[in-house]
């Protein structure tokens, strides 16, 4: 691997880890903020923000795991890097 694949692959991995840092911080914090505005709305009976601050965090936090293992992946595949199963 040369000097410039290593700072190529360091920028597109730090881009995505900021990228999933940014989405991470909008589901951890920003939703919570607005989630009482949020209860103002109802859905099947249960105020909307806590279907956004409870349920929906969580699901968002499953799937971006597994679609940055996913990304994170390609780009080590691309740089040849990834670890061999």
């Known amino acids: 691997m040369t000097a ?9 991995t730090r881009t995505l880890m900021i990228t999933h840092l940014c989405v991470w911080f909008v589901f951890a914090y920003g939703v919570h903020w607005f989630a009482p505005a949020l209860n103002n709305i109802s859905f099947v009976g249960w105020p909307l923000g806590y279907y956004f601050a409870a349920q929906g965090s969580l699901i968002v ?4 795991l597994f679609l940055f293992t996913k990304q994170q992946d390609a780009i080590d595949r691309e740089f040849g890097v990834a670890e061999d199963d």
């Open 61 to 64: 936090f499953v799937v971006q």
């Open 4 to 12: 410039d694949d290593r700072v190529a692959h360091w920028h597109r």
